[in-house]
């Protein structure tokens, strides 16, 4: 017996064709409300139903525009908990400012801290993300959540590939995460190893750590925003031997020039998924996006029911 109503799903502005696969996947329609921008670019939420006492889950991905998401994201929180829902449940494929987890020079913010206070002080219940940057962000909230991978989803397409590759991570901060792709697909593991030039804050990529000659590649990273590094560690790997090169990440934030770094450069495939909508002028023609839907709705799911949502992969 659950102690919540019904499954309610809202979709907010930042993923709503996501949000639609969603719903369709669970078998429930998208509620409605209303999301009004004001002149002076205030915004407005209103509920057209009630959610009183229901098991509310609000859809909202942190793409651009990302301050207008994030703020639509809290004043629906707020509007959702004075209309009295049972729970709130925050869905957000991807979590933005997940790259501000510390403080590692003078005077600078922990943005990934001060995201995490906004929910839970806006009233959410629950949170939910797919590959955050930095798993200890986990521990900057206070209410529950769960963090999520797309690594099964992507590790699944290469599967069925039968590559004779070696899985490449762009530099040695994403080690862990790269060895566990590498894994899941029973292949050798390579890093690409960078080093800082001069006195600036500049890092460039130099050598490879592993072997790559005359092998297929699988560059993985958790995102990809301007596409600065991906640019390096192929050309890094090129140099090595490296025959056809593909690109695995989960987050497509494409900021500019990224689309242009890309297209530019010698990949064989880009796979990608849908947590950030793709501007169709930004989607290449050797870009495979691959769905987040099920995974989140069958989430959404055991969430409601109680069930264990590690029990989805084996853990």
Not at 19 to 36: C, F, H, K
Not at 134 to 141: D, L, M, R, T
Not at 172 to 187: H, I, P, S, T, V
Not at 287 to 304: A, F, P
Request: include cysteine; proline fraction near 4%; charge should be negative.
């Amino acid at each position: 017996m659950q102690s919540y109503g019904n499954i309610k799903l809202f979709a907010g502005s930042g993923c709503p064709d996501l949000a639609q696969r969603i719903s369709n996947y669970i078998g429930i329609p998208l509620s409605d409300w209303d999301i009004i921008e004001f002149p002076n670019e205030n915004i407005f939420v209103r509920l057209n139903e009630s959610v009183r006492g229901q098991d509310v889950y609000l859809i909202q991905s942190h793409a651009k525009p990302v301050q207008k998401n994030i703020m639509e994201m809290l004043i629906a929180i707020d509007c959702l908990k004075r209309d009295s829902a049972g729970r709130i449940t925050i869905v957000a494929p991807y979590l933005s400012y997940s790259q501000s987890d510390k403080k590692d020079q003078p005077r600078v913010p922990i943005s990934a801290r001060l995201l995490a206070d906004l929910i839970e002080v806006a009233g959410a219940d629950r949170w939910m993300t797919i590959d955050l940057h930095a798993q200890q962000i986990q521990g900057f909230y206070k209410i529950p959540g769960d963090s999520l991978t797309a690594f099964y989803i992507l590790t699944n397409y290469f599967a069925e590939k039968n590559l004779d590759a070696v899985v490449v991570t762009p530099d040695l901060g994403f080690a862990k995460k790269g060895r566990n792709f590498a894994e899941m697909l029973d292949l050798p593991l390579a890093f690409v190893e960078k080093r800082r030039v001069g006195n600036q804050n500049i890092r460039e990529a130099l050598t490879v750590i592993g072997n790559v000659e005359n092998k297929d590649v699988i560059i993985v990273d958790d995102l990809v925003d301007t596409a600065g590094s991906m640019q390096q560690a192929v050309k890094v790997l090129k140099s090595c031997g490296a025959k056809d090169v593909y690109l695995s990440f989960t987050h497509a934030v494409l900021s500019d020039p990224a689309t242009e770094r890309l297209k530019d450069l010698p990949i064989k495939e880009i796979v990608t998924t849908d947590t950030i909508p793709i501007d169709p002028a930004k989607k290449l023609d050797n870009m495979i996006v691959l769905s987040v839907d099920e995974l989140l709705g069958e989430v959404i799911i055991r969430s409601h029911e109680g069930r264990s949502v590690g029990e989805l992969f084996n853990e």
